[in-house]
């Protein structure tokens, strides 16, 4: 009798092995590519709102929106916070109103109706922004930030043609979902006070005065770790109040050369 041709037990074993072992090799591969055209995509929308501002600038004697996020000076406007903040449960209507936030700031008309622009792909929550301006650029009368953050009032910019170092000055940074007011950190203590966020891989994107954009990895371990634990929060601004000091931290320094154009410790 003829014996049917067919694979044995053991070939089909080594066969699926193969296909697992390939698979092993090839998703992270994959996985790292998305992230890095997820990437790009994020860094394309910063560059686009760092041209927005030097739009602004130009019709308003070099002068730029505020870094807050109410009232109507500033570059988007949750209205004294009638227009929310947080989205925890991807609702819709919050998701709306914070569209209306961005609607409302001074960006809007230069951002040619893309509400896009204002978001990462990759933000929490569904939120319709995730980018927000520093400290540095809330030059509205902010005792609070002034006592908090150990600055004084000459250390905020109201007009681009005052910034030295325009490609080393941050403009934007993707904090991953939408904060309630500028991103803070502490000028004078190496301590970090809102959220560092782990938006792309251990790091995040920035966007800087004159226009480019740049990918930073953070290299602390103790940063990579406060990253992880804020970003874990239902909500994340709860981690604006932990302000743990970290000597000897290149990362703080990093971030708040990058605010501010020195440290104040």
């Not at 860094?43 to 501002?53: D, G, P, R, T, V």
């Amino acid at each position: 009798m003829k014996r049917s041709k067919g694979f044995t037990l053991i070939e089909l074993l080594v066969v699926i092995a193969i296909i697992a072992l390939l698979l092993s090799i090839l998703l992270p591969t994959l996985k790292r590519a998305k992230e890095a055209g997820m990437r790009a995509l994020c860094l394309a929308n910063l560059h686009s709102l760092s041209m927005c501002i030097h739009l602004y600038a130009n019709d308003y004697n070099s002068e730029v929106p505020c870094a807050g996020t109410s009232g109507r000076n500033t570059w988007v406007d949750h209205n004294g916070g009638a227009l929310r903040y947080f989205n925890l449960n991807r609702d819709p209507d919050i998701e709306e109103e914070q569209k209306e936030a961005i609607r409302r700031g001074l960006l809007w008309p230069y951002s040619g109706g893309k509400i896009g622009l204002f978001r990462c792909s990759t933000t929490r929550y569904g939120n319709a922004r995730s980018y927000s301006m520093p400290d540095s650029f809330f030059w509205e009368p902010q005792t609070f930030l002034i006592n908090t953050a150990g600055t004084n009032k000459d250390m905020y910019v109201k007009k681009l043609s005052k910034i030295r170092n325009s490609s080393g000055r941050m403009l934007f940074i993707d904090e991953g979902w939408a904060t309630p007011v500028s991103w803070s950190i502490i000028w004078n203590r190496p301590a970090f006070w809102d959220v560092i966020p782990e938006m792309h891989g251990i790091g995040t994107n920035l966007a800087f005065v004159d226009g480019h954009t740049e990918y930073w990895k953070w290299a602390d371990e103790r940063t990579r770790e406060f990253a992880r634990k804020a970003m874990a929060l239902d909500n994340p601004n709860d981690a604006t109040f932990w302000r743990v000091t970290m000597d000897n931290n290149e990362d703080i320094r990093k971030l708040v050369t990058a605010v501010y154009g020195n440290v104040g410790w």
